[in-house]
T-cell receptor, first 113, second 113 residues
Framework: EAQVTQNPRYLITVTGKKLTVTCSQN?????MSWYRQDPGLGLRQIYY???????DKGDVPEGYKVSRKEKRNFPLILESPSPNQTSLYFC????????????FGEGSRLTVL | DQQVKQNSPSLSVQEGRISILNCDYT??????FLWYKKYPAEGPTFLIS?????DKNEDGRFTVFLNKSAKHLSLHIVPSQPGDSAVYFC????????????FGQGTRLTINP
């Protein structure tokens, strides 16, 4: 089954404790991205990757890091989480062809105390 | 600076009637527009798209209308069904691709039996 898998789905952590949210897709998509969803703000892009070893900042990259060492994986790293990073995070991928039609994971709800 | 705006946080419609969801944008460079649907505890899923060279695109019960002069698009669902109850996001990009997809805040649609 074609899918984008995120882990963990739910996490409560404390300020400053480094964490990684993993994302993996099995569709051989070149493009992957991370979004956060916050009430009243919709979905905002954090980082995206056009291909292996190619990443770029989205609209809200502060406090986040990403890496793309393999085509299928695109982890989101919070080196020192803060309460304003409490949010619902979505990983997405897109088939080549620039359709804009993203395949999203099920989301990871992160709470930073 | 919200470049894509969905000014109605929620909408309630009777089953069988038409649902109309609206979206406004400010960036005149946007030339490709999409609608996504999101159920609770799931990631958004692509619904329908439209290029700026068109003013209408249909897919079954779903039709998207684009008014470039007004920088406005709308999604019509006819007839509305209970399974259509979800949050709907509109999105726009300055070229046909997901690299810089900008999302609106979302509208929660409830279809009443």
């Amino acid at each position: 089954e074609a899918q984008v898998t995120q882990n963990p789905r739910y996490l409560i952590t404390v300020t400053g404790k480094k964490l990684t949210v993993t994302c993996s897709q099995n569709m051989n998509h070149e493009y992957m991205s991370w979004y956060r969803q916050d009430p009243g703000l919709g979905l905002r892009q954090i980082y995206y990757s056009m291909n292996v070893e190619v990443t770029d900042k989205g609209d809200v990259p502060e406090g986040y890091k990403v890496s793309r060492k393999e085509k299928r994986n695109f982890p989101l790293i919070l080196e020192s989480p803060s309460p304003n990073q409490t949010s619902l995070y979505f990983c997405a991928s897109e088939p080549s062809g620039n359709t804009g039609e993203l395949f999203f994971g099920e989301g990871s709800r992160l709470t930073v105390l | 600076d919200q470049q894509v705006k969905q000014n109605s946080p929620s909408l309630s419609v009777q089953e069988g009637r038409i649902s109309i969801l609206n979206c406004d944008y400010t960036n005149s460079m946007f030339d490709y527009f999409l609608w996504y649907k999101k159920y609770p505890a799931e990631g958004p899923t692509f619904l329908i798209s439209i290029s700026s060279i068109k003013d209408k695109n249909e897919d079954g019960r779903f039709t998207v209308f684009l008014n470039k002069s007004a920088k406005h698009l709308s999604l019509h669902i006819v007839p509305s069904q209970p399974g259509d109850s979800a949050v709907y996001f509109c999105a726009a990009s300055a070229f046909q691709g997901a690299q810089k997809l900008v999302f609106g805040q979302g509208t929660r649609l409830t279809i009443n039996p």
